[in-house]
């Protein structure tokens, strides 16, 4: 989606957003009846979906730790971002690296005008949001808030955690593009809700979003690896969600239905 003017936001309050749903079953306040009403009937066709949508975020949370203290990545693209709910993406990643720079990418507007109200960075550090679409690589890539914030010449974060749930044509070519441009050392992030757990509670997820007019899209195993192309997956590779460096044994890994992997550019 193309950025709008300058001081216009186009907030479409009869249609739910997967954004504004996501933030009311993490318990956040910026969104609408609609997207309430969608959340409350996707909880009732699966009522542990906040556990889902959590350990989701919490893997997130590892991730840009270790991204940092092991990987020495001080700097990363979110595309997909989402409404902002502390703690965030660059809250982590700043914790132990104050100096580490993000920026946030999507292209729902009331998603950038909050990020853009709310998101704070450490005085070393920088935030940036940009208007763009994954759906079209080099509206990120070109984009002048990635230019200006990032060197393109150093390890990148790429962090591709929820936003392959829409429904994009061919998306494994357009992750391939974003992952010629990334230089050596940078590590792409993916998680994916999958099928493979708990088929029919994920079937009843996906109806029920399409009849809330939100796309949701599942993938195989071997559909997510492909997204990861001759990347090396760091271990424990592609696992679920729950079970991808957890900080304490998980007890049933499977359960949050989500596919999960990190991998480092040779």
Same mark, same amino acid.
């Given at each position: 989606?193309?950025?709008? =003017?300058?001081?216009?936001?186009? $907030?479409?309050?009869?249609?739910?957003?997967?954004?504004?749903?996501?933030?009311?079953? /993490?318990?956040?306040?910026?969104? $609408?009846?609609?997207?309430?009403?969608?959340?409350?009937?996707? &909880?009732?066709?699966?009522?542990?979906?906040?556990?889902?949508?959590?350990?989701?975020?919490?893997? &997130?949370?590892?991730?840009?730790?270790?991204?940092?203290?092991?990987?020495?990545?001080?700097?990363?693209?979110?595309?997909?971002?989402?409404?902002?709910?502390?703690?965030?993406?660059?809250?982590?990643?700043?914790?132990?690296?104050?100096?580490?720079?993000?920026?946030?990418?999507? %292209? %729902?507007? !009331?998603?950038?005008?909050?990020?853009?109200? /709310?998101?704070?960075?450490?005085?070393?550090?920088?935030?940036?949001?940009?208007?763009?679409?994954?759906?079209?690589?080099?509206?990120?890539?070109?984009?002048?808030?990635?230019?200006?914030?990032? %060197?393109?010449?150093?390890?990148?974060?790429?962090?591709?955690?929820?936003?392959?749930?829409?429904?994009?044509?061919?998306?494994?070519?357009?992750?391939?593009?974003?992952?010629?441009?990334?230089?050596?050392?940078?590590?792409?992030?993916?998680?994916?809700?999958?099928?493979?757990?708990?088929?029919?509670? +994920?079937?009843?997820? +996906?109806?029920?979003?399409?009849?809330?007019?939100?796309?949701? &899209?599942?993938?195989?195993?071997?559909?997510?690896?492909?997204? $990861?192309?001759?990347?090396?997956? !760091?271990? =424990?590779?592609?696992?679920?969600?729950?079970?991808?460096?957890?900080?304490?044994?998980?007890?049933?890994?499977?359960?949050?239905?989500?596919?999960?992997?990190?991998?480092?550019?040779?």
């Amino acid at each position: 989606m193309p950025a709008l =003017p300058h001081g216009l936001l186009e $907030f479409d309050v009869t249609r739910a957003q997967s954004a504004r749903v996501c933030n009311y079953l /993490l318990g956040g306040k910026d969104n $609408f009846a609609v997207d309430r009403q969608a959340g409350d009937a996707l &909880v009732k066709a699966v009522p542990r979906l906040r556990f889902l949508i959590a350990e989701h975020r919490r893997f &997130v949370h590892r991730v840009a730790r270790v991204l940092v203290v092991e990987d020495g990545i001080r700097q990363f693209i979110d595309i997909g971002a989402g409404i902002p709910l502390a703690p965030n993406l660059h809250e982590i990643a700043q914790r132990h690296a104050p100096q580490a720079r993000v920026v946030y990418v999507d %292209d %729902d507007p !009331l998603v950038l005008a909050h990020a853009r109200a /709310l998101l704070r960075s450490h005085p070393a550090g920088r935030i940036e949001v940009a208007a763009a679409d994954l759906a079209e690589p080099v509206s990120v890539l070109s984009h002048q808030a990635v230019l200006a914030t990032l %060197d393109l010449g150093r390890p990148i974060g790429l962090i591709l955690t929820g936003v392959l749930l829409a429904d994009v044509v061919d998306p494994w070519s357009r992750v391939e593009q974003l992952r010629e441009a990334m230089p050596s050392g940078s590590c792409l992030v993916v998680s994916h809700l999958t099928a493979n757990f708990h088929p029919g509670e +994920v079937g009843a997820a +996906v109806a029920v979003a399409g009849g809330a007019g939100l796309s949701l &899209v599942v993938r195989t195993e071997e559909a997510v690896r492909r997204l $990861f192309g001759d990347w090396e997956l !760091l271990e =424990p590779g592609l696992v679920p969600v729950s079970d991808w460096r957890p900080a304490s044994p998980v007890e049933n890994p499977a359960g949050a239905c989500f596919w999960a992997g990190v991998a480092r550019k040779p």
